[in-house]
């Protein structure tokens, strides 16, 4: 098992920048042929590039499935490229992808590339892949936001409610721009029902837990992503806004797009 921790220097935001990254070693437990598959899996409203790393077992999953993890970091950017801030949407889309292909042994193919994020990350997640389905063939969603248009509009409502919603309008207008225009690439809604209609697209795979805080939004969104010809599952089970439920998602949404596998003896 290999793992860094550390910082880049990225165009896109202007600023150097954390990074973890997570792989097998060859020689340990792996044993694979050719260059690894690559998840980039993308942090909360809440975190940064460290909370998957030291709240779940993604070093564990990585072993186990021989894949690289790249976790990268966004501030509270709703992964865009702001309208008053950093361009976070062409960093993870663009310049990470070859930073990675240059810089580690893996692979950055459409059918090995995963793009996965749990709340702010998991629309993040969703944004990316439908965004460039020729470069994302796999995408997961953990308690995401699906519903960002909603969040926007209800701004004012939002503001102080806790971490999520702290000086949540100027965050917004920072993201947005301060007429609060939402674009539509940005607009889950119009933006799966734009990809589902192209031949190439990425499949999906959403969790939320019943007791979580925006259960109803990810249920409508579901419902809605069910009537699009997409390669599409939603679960649910018990389970609340936390990493114990993340942690299970991230490991049944491997086993289905990777497979059961036994760590090598």
Request: with cysteine.
């Amino acid at each position: 098992m290999a793992c860094f921790q550390g910082n880049i220097y990225s165009k896109a935001i202007g600023m150097e920048t954390q990074l973890y990254v997570s792989m097998p070693q060859d020689g340990r437990r792996y044993e694979g042929d050719g260059r690894l598959k690559t998840l980039i899996l993308l942090h909360g409203i809440s975190d940064n590039a460290s909370g998957w790393a030291r709240r779940s077992q993604a070093d564990y999953f990585a072993d186990k499935y021989g894949i690289a993890i790249f976790i990268p970091e966004v501030q509270r950017s709703f992964y865009q490229d702001m309208r008053y801030g950093g361009q976070y949407y062409t960093y993870i889309t663009e310049e990470l992808p070859e930073l990675i292909a240059s810089m580690f042994t893996v692979s950055t193919k459409r059918e090995d590339m995963m793009v996965a994020g749990l709340s702010m990350g998991g629309y993040g997640a969703m944004r990316i892949a439908f965004g460039n389905p020729d470069r994302f063939a796999y995408c997961g969603s953990f308690s995401g936001g699906g519903d960002i248009r909603t969040a926007v509009e209800n701004r004012e409502q939002m503001n102080g409610t806790g971490d999520v919603g702290n000086n949540f309008p100027n965050e917004m207008a920072a993201a947005f721009g301060t007429d609060y225009v939402l674009p539509d690439d940005s607009d889950l809604y119009k933006l799966l029902s734009k990809v589902s209609k192209r031949a190439v697209k990425p499949r999906l795979y959403m969790t939320c837990g019943t007791a979580d805080f925006i259960y109803q939004m990810n249920v409508d969104f579901s419902q809605h992503v069910k009537t699009l010809p997409l390669d599409f599952a939603y679960e649910e089970w018990q389970g609340a806004h936390d990493w114990d439920f993340w942690n299970v998602s991230l490991e049944r949404m491997l086993k289905r797009f990777i497979g059961e596998q036994a760590i090598s003896k």
